[in-house]
């Protein structure tokens, strides 16, 4: 016999020997009573769990608003949402509770400390589906966190995380790991769910203060989320285990990628926090801008902002656009707003009566400035090739409501005013003579042709 033949039989003379005693003591473990003693008390609470939590089922059911309906994460969503995690709870209560008179009846307690263990990863699944409404942080605390929970209770964790924490590979500084990258997910997927959560906490009370004007709000909103997510980055950092020093390349070349890729969104940002500042357009705003969009600004982002216009349309309009471009704000410190509104009379029409009418329909416009230097004028401004024409200007008190309305409004009043008066409005008119085209036929000249034929 050889040496390498030596070598295997040896090899499988310890495997024999190993599988031989894993059979004998499971064996043993399955023929002795304390076994089924044990599996019968973990049944038993597991049963009185289930009935105590059906009777209380309907108490946590009522728990609703006057109108049926429960608000996410209000006081009474969480209390609906808490009643299921009265069966593991009670559970663990009902093993940890009977494990002295267990131990001393029965004799063996380990197959209840297992069931502990087990009981307590059921909790924390039932928590994470009743509680986390993110379905990327249920996904993943469901098969990272649940597992890794289930391995520091069994003691496994460490050999695990050492065994993964040998697979992986270097990139300049950074040692990156099988057991690293799962934390990595695990981390920012926490981060950008704790951010979110916070960001809207933060924004919802921001906006509830009434002490702050409205551009101020939206210009703390933009700074509290740039520091929390510049706190959450630096944490997940140090959570996942990346020195911030070795980082130095990558800043770098995200500096770079802002100078050439990126140079719009860092324009876009920096015009945004420009406006927030000098408040020269704030929400509700009613603008205007060259290339013809016209509206209501509704938002004021961190990139673009949002312009409803008068058709339903939401149009995104970068920030930048607000800087380099000319904007009329309608609202920026008034309401106030002017319409002009040209009318043409007839030569005959007498020109005095024909202004009084003009200007009385202004007058008479129920939400036109009718006092002080915004009242209603009138002027005559042409003698035209049709018509003496005049303007009528008049200010509304709140230019919001609509200038199409106030303008249509009034020129229906001076039609009907010019109309009971025998007022005319001309239109341009053409005269067109045409001449018989026999007469034209007979008095043209003859050709020299015609003379010829005629002669012959």
């Known amino acids: ?41 973990v049944l038993v609470s597991l049963m009185v769990a289930y009935g105590i939590t059906a009777l209380a089922r309907n108490l946590f059911l009522s728990v609703k608003e006057p109108d049926g309906r429960v608000k996410t994460f209000s006081r009474r969503w969480f209390m609906r949402r808490s009643g299921r995690l009265l069966i593991p709870l009670l559970t663990i209560l009902l093993l940890i509770v009977g494990e002295p008179f267990a131990e001393t009846f029965i004799g063996e307690v380990d197959i209840i400390h297992v069931a502990q263990r087990v009981a307590i ?99 703390l909103i933009k700074l509290f989320d740039i520091v929390l997510y510049a706190v959450l980055f630096m944490v997940t950092l140090n959570l996942i285990g990346i020195d911030l020093t070795a980082l130095a390349v990558f800043s770098g070349a995200l500096g770079v990628g802002l100078g050439f890729g990126l140079q719009k969104i860092a324009s876009n940002f920096t015009s945004g926090i420009i406006l927030l500042t000098e408040k020269t357009i704030n929400i509700n705003d009613l603008i205007e801008m060259n290339d013809g969009i016209f509206g209501y600004v509704r938002k004021l982002g961190a990139r673009a902002s949002v312009v409803e216009t008068f058709d339903g349309k939401e149009v995104m309009v970068p920030n930048e656009d607000f800087i380099t471009s000319r904007v009329a704000n309608l609202t920026h410190s008034s309401t106030n707003g002017r319409i002009d509104i040209p009318v043409g009379v007839s030569y005959g029409t007498d020109m005095h009566r024909a202004y009084g009418l003009i200007l009385d329909a202004a007058n008479k416009y129920e939400n036109a400035i009718s006092e002080g230097e915004h009242n209603p004028k009138c002027f005559m401004r042409e003698y035209g090739d049709n018509s003496v024409n005049f ?30 008066h025998g007022i005319e409005i001309p239109f341009p008119q053409r005269d067109l003579h045409i001449r018989s085209g026999l007469d034209v036929l007979n008095n043209r000249p003859k050709s020299e042709l015609e003379e010829a034929q005629a002669k012959s």
């Open 1 to 41: 016999m050889n040496e390498n033949e030596y070598i295997g039989n040896e090899y499988v003379d310890v495997a024999k020997h190993a599988a031989s005693s894993v059979y004998e003591e499971a064996e043993f473990w399955l023929t002795a009573p304390e076994t089924y003693h044990q599996m019968i008390y």
């Open 121 to 219: 990863v059921w909790l924390m699944w039932v928590t994470l589906r009743a509680f986390v409404t993110s379905t990327l942080v249920r996904t993943v605390g469901i098969w990272i966190l649940l597992p890794a929970a289930l391995l520091q209770l069994f003691g496994w964790f460490d050999p695990v995380a050492t065994y993964l924490d040998a697979y992986g590979f270097t990139l300049g500084e950074v040692k990156i790991t099988a057991y690293t990258f799962i934390k990595a997910v695990f981390f920012v997927s926490i981060v950008i769910w704790i951010g979110k959560v916070a960001s809207n906490s933060g924004e919802g009370y921001i906006r509830g203060s009434d002490s702050l004007t409205r551009a101020t709000k939206e210009l």
């Open 391 to 420: 303007l009528l200007t008049f200010w509304l008190e709140d230019v919001t409501t609509g200038r199409w309305r106030a303008q249509s409004d009034v020129m229906f009043t001076i039609w009907d005013s010019f109309k009971e």
